[in-house]
Structures are given as C-alpha cells and as structure tokens.
C-alpha cells in the first residue's frame, strides 16, 4: 500500500504592517496577535471573570454607555439577527442604502419576519425627513428600525443621532444600529442618542481578528425582547442581560480573541477614544483631498461616492473614470504590495475602496495614496 503524501506546512512571512488598507478585515498591531498566544483558560472559572470584568468600562466607555456591552463569539451579523428575532414582534422598516443595509432586510426575510425595505440609491444617506415620512405615513405599522450607521459597501455614514430622534417620536418603534465600521473610528455615543441597539464587529475600526461582535441594548429593547418568546437560543438577547453581571459568556467563547480583545481595549484607551476619532477623521479627509487632487490633476472624473456631509471616517468608496476598473487597480496596487478593495457588488467595476480606519497612521497612508497615483497614472497613460 503506498505512503500518503507528507504533510507540507506552508510558512508565511509576516507582511510589514501598514500596506493592508481593505475595509475590514483591518491591519492587527503583532502586539495584539502575541497577546492571543496564552493558554486557554476555563470559561466559567474566575480567570475568565476576571478576564471580561477587567474589560468592562473600557468597553462601555467605547460604546458610550451605561450598559452592559456583551460579548459573543461570532461575526457581527449574528447580532443583527439578534436585532431581527429580539425586538420585533410586529413588522420591521430596514434603512437600506447599500449592502449591509439590505442584509438587515435579508435577515427579516430568512427568519420569517415581516419586513419593508425603504432604499435610497447606493451612495445616498438616509435622511431624518425620509424617515419621518415612512414613519408617519404607516402609523401603527413598524415596531423597529434598522440603519447602518457607516455603510461599508459605499462609505456613506448615516445621521444616526437624527435618525434616532425621529424614532423616539414613536413610542413604540425601536431602533437597531449596525455600527461595525463606526464603532472604535466614529463619535457613536449610544446613551446620549438614545438608542435601543448598537453592535460591531472586532475586525474593523477595532482593528482586531475577525470572530467577536459586541453590542449593547436598552432597557426598552429587554422589554420588547421579553415579549417575543421565539427569539433565537444561540443569540438570546435576555440571556446575554443575564450573563452579563457575572462577567460570563453566554456560550463557550473564542478564549484566545478574548485575550486580543483585552489587549487592544487597552491600547485604544491609552490613545483616547475622542483622539482615536479624531486620526480616523483627518486620515478620512486627506483620502477625500487626494481623490480630488487626482481628478483635478488627471483630468479626469474621479470623485469620492458619498456627499459632503455625509462621509464615513473609516472606509472611502472612489467612483472611477470611463476606462478604469477598480478590480484591476486593486490588483495592480497588491503587485507592489499593498491591499485595499474595489467596490462591493454592483459598485465593483466603478469603484475602489480604501480603509483608513484601526492602527493605521497617516503617514501609511500617504504610503499607499503614493501607490495608487503610480498605478493610476500607468492605467490613463495607456488609454491615451
């Protein structure tokens, strides 16, 4: 009988930090990698209580909150279906302007809730006036709302606080936020706007693996959850409340992230929350400047897709000319080394995007806007 093949371990070389721009997932510094190699500890034992009770007004102070922040060992998307199964018991209105905001209505629709979808073009935002319109001329219909407030398919960031406002004109209609690219490099302040729920993901503005999602909830949304018997046994969101003030997870959790969780919240509270906001917005604005720049230069039509007003600190979706694609720009800039994305589904062709949101510096990200100009430079001089 002839041997099996031997086993081939493929070693790869750590890539010099600073040259992976996607939208998420984002750069990890190597200190919050090296703090995920400790040994696994007991989920239900007081090394992990200590563990998440350390993290806990860290957390908070992130979401801007009085209220517990959990923790669940999962992509974000399982906390939008927790939004989904938890908090309507009625018919749901999805703000839907891109990608994520339409999986918030997918999600509706795959567990069997009734659902409407109020979409605007992608690269639009919705307004509080758009809102209160759908609200007020369907009284008595929805009992939740779903928005994202930073939408990662075409860098549009929502007016949430407003939104909110409008919301909180109905006393029986919640709202539920997708903040996975805002939370960590955008101002979300979910008591002062009064929110009902706000998840993100740890692989984004976070700037940690992809595996955790993190949100928190009103005492509203407990209540409506309370009502709803069938709400999901994986992303319970009562259960979640429950486990909460033992500083215990609901399940068993990814240890290992854990421990990067607790060493980023560190570094981003060494930073500052207000301060980390504040790199994200100039690195946001410089990339809005270069698109410009690039346009005015080229003369050609290059233009950042969402409105003035209306822009995402931590991702940048740039409309490209006639002539130009964006999968091609995106694979000419990994050929000198650097990563970022071309536009999400029908955006794909027209669009590239750039993430300027985690650790990243700005001068890393003159390094890649250097490469991009080299590379788009080389593309008009061959239609020309």
């Not at 130009?324 to 536009?343: E, M, Y």
Request: charged fraction near 25%; hydrophobic fraction near 40%.
């Amino acid at each position: 009988m002839p041997l099996p093949d031997p086993i081939r371990v493929i070693v790869t070389k750590p890539m010099e930090f600073g040259r992976f721009f996607l939208p998420g997932p984002t750069e990890v510094r190597p200190e919050v990698l090296e703090a995920m190699v400790r040994p696994v500890i007991g989920h239900r034992g007081e090394d992990m209580e200590r563990l998440l009770s350390g993290m806990d007004t860290a957390l908070r102070g992130l979401f801007r909150t009085r209220r517990p922040v959990y923790v669940s060992t999962s992509s974000a998307t399982g906390f939008m279906e927790t939004a989904i199964t938890n908090l309507s018991r009625g018919r749901i209105l999805c703000l839907v302007g891109g990608a994520f905001g339409a999986r918030f209505h997918k999600i509706a629709e795959r567990c069997g809730r009734p659902a409407d979808a109020l979409a605007v073009e992608w690269g639009t935002p919705h307004t509080p006036a758009l809102l209160r319109e759908a609200l007020d001329s369907s009284p008595g219909v929805y009992d939740l709302v779903t928005v994202v407030h930073s939408e990662t398919s075409t860098g549009v960031l929502n007016p949430v606080a407003e939104l909110a406002a409008v919301v909180r004109e109905h006393e029986d209609i919640l709202i539920a936020v997708d903040g996975v690219t805002s939370v960590g490099g955008a101002r979300v302040e979910f008591d002062a706007w009064d929110l009902d729920f706000l998840l993100t993901g740890s692989q984004k503005a976070l700037a940690l693996p992809p595996g955790l999602a993190l949100a928190a909830a009103s005492r509203r949304a407990l209540e409506r959850a309370e009502e709803i018997p069938a709400r999901s046994y994986y992303f319970d969101l009562l259960e979640f409340e429950r486990r909460a003030p033992e500083f215990q997870t609901t399940n068993t959790p990814a240890v290992n992230l854990f421990y990067a969780l607790d060493a980023q919240m560190e570094r981003i509270t060494q930073e500052g929350l207000e301060a980390r906001w504040a790199r994200h917005q100039a690195m946001a604005e410089r990339t809005w400047t270069w698109a410009e720049e690039l346009g005015d230069r080229t003369g050609r039509d290059f233009s950042v897709l969402a409105p003035e007003g209306y822009r995402s600190p931590t991702v940048t979706s740039v409309t490209l000319p006639d002539g130009l694609s964006g999968p091609d720009i995106v694979a000419a800039a990994r050929a000198k080394g650097f990563t970022l994305a071309p536009g999400y589904g029908k955006l794909k062709p027209s669009t590239i995007r750039i993430g300027h949101m985690g650790d990243h510096t700005m001068t890393e990200l003159e390094t890649i806007l250097a490469v991009l100009d080299e590379v788009i430079d080389d593309r008009i001089g061959g239609l020309e």
